[in-house]
């Protein structure tokens, strides 16, 4: 059920990087990289470590 959560998390984190005009942006990346270190506290790395890689990925990219 957790690893489902952290899928979920995941995607949505991954829509939220690219939903949005600039300024929505923003604020999209500021929630995804919220949400990204809430996930990562509580152990999503572990349990869905190639979902996590993947939106650490996305949110440095959006980031840079």
């Given at each position: 059920m957790s690893g489902r959560l952290i899928m979920r998390v995941s995607a949505f984190v991954l829509v939220g990087l690219f939903a949005g005009r600039?300024?929505?942006?923003?604020?999209?990346?500021?929630?995804?990289?919220?949400?990204?270190?809430?996930?990562?506290?509580?152990?999503?790395?572990?349990?869905?470590s190639l979902e996590m890689a993947r939106a650490r990925a996305s949110i440095d990219a959006a980031d840079s």
């Open positions: 600039a300024s929505a942006q923003n604020s999209s990346l500021d929630q995804a990289k919220s949400i990204y270190a809430n996930a990562a506290s509580n152990g999503g790395t572990d349990r869905a």
